[in-house]
């Protein structure tokens, strides 16, 4: 299941798997009167624009020590990617889906640990959703207290959040989670996608 494409993911699938066109959102935009976001229609391949997902979410308050908040003690906030686009010192959003209970999921960690310590600082931010818990039998959708204990067991520092719309969903199967894209946030064009365990690393670097 490590480092597999979009299309080796839809063939192993078969007839029960990916429809071969891409799916499309058509309606007009639907963002509250007044909301600085791009228009519809939204894609969900690369080269398409992301629609503007809502999370409820935890990240190090601004003006906190890197590294030393524990993310239990943080009340969920709403965020959604629209927040993003309106930061003029946000030029990329690296956004991963992940599941507690998904073991490439976790062993890629350490890289997003490593390349939201490098990135950070050059217009990245990092949000991960976490869609489900810790139970792949009941494939239950996660909780406060599973995003806490994502936090602390990966020690990580980035935004986090649950989807209480399960609008990832509609980018990758979760059975091939991670999934990792990269938006531009200056028109929230999905520039990069990937469904599977990799190093972000490289990826970063070639839109630096």
Request: aromatic share 10%; hydrophobic share 40%; with cysteine.
């Amino acid at each position: 299941m490590r480092k597999i494409s979009v299309l080796s993911f839809c063939l192993s699938l078969g007839v029960f798997g990916c429809s071969n066109a891409p799916h499309v959102d058509t309606t007009p935009n639907q963002m509250e009167e007044g909301q600085d976001y791009p228009p519809g229609p939204y894609g969900y391949v690369t080269g398409t624009v992301m629609q503007n997902i809502k999370f409820l979410g935890k990240s190090d308050p601004a003006g906190a020590t890197a590294g030393a908040m524990d993310y239990s003690t943080l009340p969920l906030a709403p965020v959604s990617l629209g927040d993003f686009h309106k930061d003029p010192n946000v030029k990329y959003v690296v956004l991963s889906g992940v599941a507690g209970w998904c073991t490439p999921c976790n062993d890629e960690q350490p890289t997003v640990v490593a390349a939201s310590k490098k990135y950070e600082a050059l217009g990245f931010r990092f949000f991960e959703a976490l869609i489900q818990g810790y139970n792949h039998t009941t494939g239950a959708p996660a909780t406060e207290n599973d995003l806490n204990k994502w936090q602390h067991a990966h020690s990580l520092h980035v935004g986090l959040g649950l989807d209480p719309e399960d609008k990832i969903h509609e980018y990758a199967d979760i059975a091939a989670f991670p999934l990792n894209m990269v938006v531009r946030t200056s028109d929230m064009q999905i520039v990069f996608m990937q469904v599977g365990e990799m190093d972000l690393d490289p990826i970063l670097a070639s839109f630096h």
